[in-house]
Nanobody
Framework: QVQLVESGGGSVQAGDSLRLSCVVS????????MGWFRQVLGKEREFVAG????????RYEDSVKGRFTISRDNAKNALYLQMNSLKPEDTTVYYC??????????????????WGPGTQVTVSV
């Protein structure tokens, strides 16, 4: 069973930065495409950013382009999301997810196989 654990969430003010981390158990991390999602209560889980197995291809949701950067360290089984210029509308729970059939970066939640429990990000005015 693959386990994912996020960290790095917190409460900040608009314009501040946060760096989320996600550590993944097991030896197959380098074979997974990885993604970050977020979910507002009552809404579907929304794609934020995704990265290929090797880290050479990234995709971003339009509202975070230029502000968020996804990266990974395969030697550490770790995924990151650097979030700059945070806005109040970024407030919600953020989840990391792994896509076992690495291949193309998925942009919808059903394409991912394993999920972390989430970490709360709160951005105040």
């Amino acid at each position: 069973q693959v386990q994912l654990v996020e960290s790095g969430g917190g409460s900040v003010q608009a314009g501040d930065s946060l760096r989320l981390s996600c550590v993944v158990s097991g030896r197959a991390f380098s074979f997974y495409a990885m993604g970050w999602f977020r979910q507002v209560l009552g809404k579907e889980r929304e794609f934020v950013a995704g990265i290929s197995r090797t880290g050479d291809t990234m995709r971003y949701e339009d509202s975070v382009k230029g502000r968020f950067t996804i990266s990974r360290d395969n030697a550490k089984n770790a995924l990151y999301l650097q979030m700059n210029s945070l806005k109040p509308e970024d407030t919600t729970v953020y989840y990391c997810a792994s896509k076992v059939l690495g291949g193309v970066i998925g942009t919808s939640a059903p394409q991912y196989d394993y999920w972390g429990p989430g970490t709360q990000v709160t951005v105040s005015v």
